[in-house]
């Protein structure tokens, strides 16, 4: 771990890099996410350092710890850094681990109805859940329950299950078609999602923990029994940051003709939560 001692003699030798690593620099909470190309220019910056003002202090023999410093430096970030966790099928949350699992994609069945909700029940059993499902449920087990969730209109009519939720109306994108998305996902601490966008209203039902969601505008937080609706191409990006799991129900009612998630190479500046 680097000391205080460490961080002062690189702000001695240079006070720009040690300004950049400095722990009081709040560019520093981002460390995890340095790039390899930001490492190489640190380290370069060093080497450049090294000539001259390095020279100036007669201390040649405190270079090699300086130099240490900062390899301890990008080797930790190397280890921090963490790849962004995306969807597929069958991911490993099905085994109660890390992950993003797609549940179920298929088109909506039938005409939509005037104003569209998605509702979520609970059961006794994933049987149970899987016998009372219509052709726009899907049910499934996770975050120790058993779910029934549903495209329809605003309803009563809870399946035979105990009524959690019902989330809308939906703003739906015009389109020849609609697709159900339903995902699964369990995060960590720390773990995030790449930036991307949906082709669709994407909804957030939280079981348990707590996570943020960054926009464009706002960082929305969230909490174990909250929901939140982000609207069709919004900007944004998932971030658990508490400690302890994160676990969510999600649906993408999305445009048939367009991909359910497009990730953004060159994403915008988002905003954290407070």
Same mark, same amino acid.
């Given at each position: 771990m680097l000391t205080v001692e460490d961080?002062?003699?690189?702000?001695?030798?240079?006070?720009?890099?040690?300004?950049?690593?400095s722990p009081d620099n709040p560019d520093n909470a981002r460390l995890r996410r340095v790039t390899n190309q930001r490492r190489?220019?640190?380290?370069?910056?060093?080497?450049?350092?090294?000539?001259s003002e390095v020279a100036q202090f007669g201390v040649e023999e405190n270079m090699n710890r300086v130099l240490l410093v900062i390899l301890l430096l990008s080797g930790f970030a190397v280890a921090q850094e963490r790849a962004p966790v995306k969807c597929t099928e069958d991911s490993p949350e099905r085994q109660g681990e890390e992950g993003c699992t797609i549940l179920?994609? $298929?088109p909506f069945a039938g005409p939509?109805?005037?104003?569209v909700y998605w509702h979520i029940d609970r059961? +006794?059993?994933l049987e149970h859940a899987r016998a009372k499902a219509g052709v726009n449920g899907v049910a499934t087990a996770a975050h120790g329950g058993f779910w029934l969730m549903t495209v329809e209109g605003k309803t009563n009519d809870h399946h035979g299950g105990g009524h959690v939720e019902w989330i809308g109306p939906l703003v739906l994108p015009s389109a020849a078609g609609y697709t159900m998305n339903v995902r699964s996902t369990l995060l960590k601490s720390g773990a995030e999602t790449p930036v991307h966008i949906h082709s669709g209203p994407e909804v957030f039902y939280i079981v348990l923990g707590e996570q943020c969601l960054e926009t464009q505008k706002v960082g929305h937080r969230l909490r174990a029994g909250k929901f939140l609706i982000l609207p069709t191409d919004?900007?944004? $990006?998932?971030?658990?940051?508490?400690?302890?799991?994160?676990?969510?129900?999600?649906?993408?009612?999305? +445009?048939a003709g367009r991909p359910a998630s497009t990730d953004l190479n060159d994403p915008p500046p988002l905003i954290p939560c407070k």
């Open positions: 961080f002062a003699l690189i702000e001695k030798f240079c006070p720009q890099a040690g300004n950049v690593m190489s220019m640190l380290i370069n910056s060093w080497v450049r350092c090294k000539g179920a994609s $298929r939509l109805p005037k104003t059961f +006794d059993s919004q900007i944004h $990006r998932g971030r658990v940051q508490k400690s302890g799991m994160r676990g969510a129900l999600i649906l993408v009612l999305h +445009d």
